[in-house]
């Protein structure tokens, strides 16, 4: 039923060093996806999304890469920074398939940086 | 700018009792949200408002939850009767009415306890 799974509960990676968070979907229909952080006590931020003509998008210190063919698409960042520590929240959406804009969230993997 | 509020951050009811949350969205934002996230799992959907009309309520549990945004500013989401199965953090979204990226800026969230 659960339509995004991000199979790593947790992670942990060590300051300085490349974050690989991974995500897979199983609906075809899916044209946008999106990354969210959350800290405790927070609402998810918006990171970083990619459209499904692209294959990457790099902002900053964080790429996001989607393989259509494999429905899998994962979030590096580089370097990692201990304010990098928080949970992480893949989503996506049919908005242009369906036209809702409503989205499908993974069950987030938390990460942590150690200094 | 203010981001999106939500009201009250955390209730504590007993089953059978009522609750009504409520989700200030970004000023001149027409998309709201509401989304839940239970224990562990993943943020699900739960409908989306277009100015004041329901544009999208596929992801509403039951004919005890019901969300209304009186002229498409502020929305409440009120559980009638609550049950056990209600708890969770609610979390609502903003975006605006023309967004071509799809990002949704979230609200801290409502915590909400039955016992």
């Known amino acids: 039923d659960q339509q995004v799974k991000q199979n790593s509960p947790s992670l942990s990676v060590q300051e300085g060093r490349i974050s690989i968070l991974n995500c897979d979907y199983t609906?075809?229909?899916?044209?946008?996806f999106l990354w969210y952080k959350k800290y405790p006590a927070e609402g998810p931020t918006f990171l970083i999304s990619?459209?499904?003509?692209?294959d990457k998008n790099e902002d900053g210190r964080f790429t996001v890469f989607l393989n259509k063919s494999a429905k899998h698409l994962s979030l590096h960042i580089v370097p990692s920074q201990p304010g990098d520590s928080a949970v992480y929240f893949c989503?996506?959406?049919?908005?242009?398939?369906?036209?809702?804009?409503?989205?499908?969230f993974g069950t987030g993997t938390r990460l942590t940086v150690i200094p | 700018e203010a981001g999106v509020t939500q009201f009250p951050s955390h209730s504590v009811i007993e089953k059978g009792q009522t609750v009504t949350l409520r989700c200030d969205p970004i000023?001149?934002?027409?998309?709201l949200y509401w989304y839940r996230r239970v224990m562990g799992k993943e943020i699900k959907f739960l409908l989306h408002?277009?100015?004041?009309?329901?544009?999208?309520e596929s992801g509403m549990p039951n004919n005890r939850f019901l969300a209304e945004r009186t002229g498409g500013t502020y929305s409440t989401l009120k559980v009638q009767p609550a049950e056990l199965e209600d708890s969770g953090v609610y979390f609502c979204?903003?975006?605006?009415?023309?967004?071509?990226?799809?990002?949704?800026?979230f609200g801290p969230g409502t915590r909400l306890t039955v016992t």
């Open positions: 979204a903003s975006s605006p009415g023309t967004s071509g990226a799809g990002e949704q800026y």
């Open positions: 609906n075809s229909m899916f044209d946008y």
């Open positions: 990619i459209s499904s003509i692209k």
């Open positions: 989503a996506a959406s049919a908005r242009v398939v369906t036209g809702a804009n409503n989205l499908f």
């Open positions: 000023s001149g934002h027409d998309n």
């Open positions: 408002f277009v100015k004041e009309s329901k544009q999208d």
